[in-house]
């Protein structure tokens, strides 16, 4: 029989989803983790107990993709509000881009940097990603050492002069050193390869939506993934594709998987929620790079998640100010590219979900499990299960919402799902079985803690 502390509770439901399916049972709390997942019949004597009902309890979400900004562009956003933001959204850990903060996260300075900003601010669990940048690669095995979850590298133009692309001669450089310590590389795969030049110049109409999505055309993805594939089987290094936009690379992913290279695929809820028919000219709220593509690419996209082609989804989470969308000038061309979508994911997916028939066990598989695998956490994180973390999300599955500012907790408003109804509501967010969300109330301390890779150990941030 499980030892019972002072401390104990239990949250039972009729809806729990686990590793095994959706059950009625009861989940016993204790330290933080997981002690046990028992019938209520089997809850011990003197547990305090709060019954859900109907409502569902869910595993935390694991957001793998987050542009966080701190230090240095906090006016985008910064560890406080993204973090909030978060929590407000079920997700109990992310993971922050190493770009668009000041300095670039590409030594572990620079970690150590944003590991100091980020103490006393973390409403969620938090991990970071090294940044691969032509000529850094003297600086993995430091960054490596501090404890980084993966390296990210974009082989076109990040947006940010400071974080610049990397050639195939740099991935040829650096792809070693990682596969020797069996860390991912994250790439942003487009391959800028001179089609369609005339397109993606400045247009004359640079308000078109349609112009702007023929200026990156679907063939610098393939051609972007179609060079990671040969550079993962040709140093047997874990390559992760991110957010993956063009369904017309599947046949290419599928049979790498078939081979059995180290090779894993994200996409994001924007490119399950929106199609390009349905974007207006001058929205700019939409503009993303990859873009967001034809609803037959969405359909197309759902079925690969389904195959498990896709592995998993996360936010991309890439916020910036107002004025950065240029929504008066609606100039595609010109604007930030970035969704603003941290909060929305888990009920911007089931909404979409439902409607083609998945259930929440495959969300949480997609969005909980999987991406805590894939950071080398799937062991405490990710499922309600004993032995993990008590990261729990009591969810309304029934109950809709409309977005809007008044409940939108990410620093920048901006985002296209305002007005949108979306299916899904969190009441309850729990980080190791603290109380951080409660129903547009936050925890007044930060329970989130730094996540290091090596020893899979937390690092308090106090």
């Known amino acids: 029989m499980d030892k019972v502390s002072v401390d104990d ?18 989940v016993w709390i204790s330290n933080g983790r997981i002690q046990n997942v028992v019938s209520l019949s089997d809850v011990p004597a003197g547990v305090h107990v709060e019954d859900l009902g109907d409502s569902v309890i869910f595993p935390g979400l694991v957001d793998s993709h987050v542009h966080i900004n701190e230090p240095g562009r906090t006016e985008w956003e910064g560890f406080i509000t993204a973090t909030r933001a978060a929590a407000a959204g079920g997700i109990t850990t992310l993971v922050d881009m190493p770009l668009n903060s000041t300095p670039v996260t590409t030594t572990a300075r620079a970690l150590n940097e944003k590991l100091s900003a980020a103490r006393d601010k973390l409403w969620v669990d938090c991990g970071f990603y090294g940044g691969f940048v032509p000529g850094n690669s003297h600086d993995f095995e430091p960054l490596i050492k501090a404890g980084v979850l993966g390296f990210k ?75 990671m594939i040969d550079l993962c089987r040709e140093y047997t290094s874990p390559v992760h594709i991110v957010h993956l936009s063009s369904a017309d690379a599947v046949p290419l992913i599928r049979e790498a998987k078939a081979q059995g290279l180290p090779l894993t695929v994200e996409t994001c809820p924007h490119y ?102 894939f950071l080398g956490l799937g062991n405490r994180k990710g499922s309600i299960a004993k032995g993990f973390d008590a990261d729990l999300v009591i969810l309304d599955s029934d109950a809709n919402f409309t977005v809007d500012p008044s409940n939108t907790y990410h620093k920048n408003k901006v985002t296209p799902y305002q007005g949108k109804t979306l299916q899904g509501v969190v009441r309850k967010t729990y980080l190791k079985g603290q109380l951080i969300y409660d129903q547009d109330d936050f925890s007044h301390v930060s329970h989130g803690k730094s996540l290091i890779r090596e020893t899979q150990r937390e690092e308090s941030t106090s």
């Open 153 to 227: 590298a974009f082989l076109i133009h990040s947006g940010i002069d400071d974080f610049p692309n990397v050639t195939e001669a740099d991935l040829r450089e650096g792809m070693p050193i990682l596969a020797k310590h069996n860390i991912p590389l994250l790439v942003h795969a487009e391959l800028d390869c001179g089609q369609n030049k005339s397109a993606h110049s400045h247009a004359a109409d640079a308000r078109s939506y349609q112009g702007f999505l023929s200026s990156r055309p679907a063939v610098w993805e393939m051609d972007a993934i179609r060079l």
């Open 9 to 26: 509770f239990v949250l039972s439901s009729r809806r729990v989803v686990t590793p095994d399916g959706m059950k009625a049972c009861a």
């Open 272 to 373: 399950l929620t929106f199609s390009s028919e349905e974007i207006a000219d001058g929205d700019t709220r939409f503009k993303c790079t990859p873009p967001i593509r034809e609803k037959e690419n969405q359909e197309r996209l759902w079925q690969a998640l389904e195959a498990g082609v896709i592995d998993f989804i996360v936010s991309d989470h890439s916020p910036c100010t107002p004025e950065l969308k240029l929504l008066e000038q609606g100039d595609f061309q010109a604007a930030w590219g970035g969704i603003a979508s941290l909060q929305f994911g888990l009920p911007a997916v089931w909404t979409e979900a439902r409607q083609r028939g998945y259930s929440l066990n495959d969300i949480a598989r997609w969005m909980s499990g999987r991406p805590a695998e």
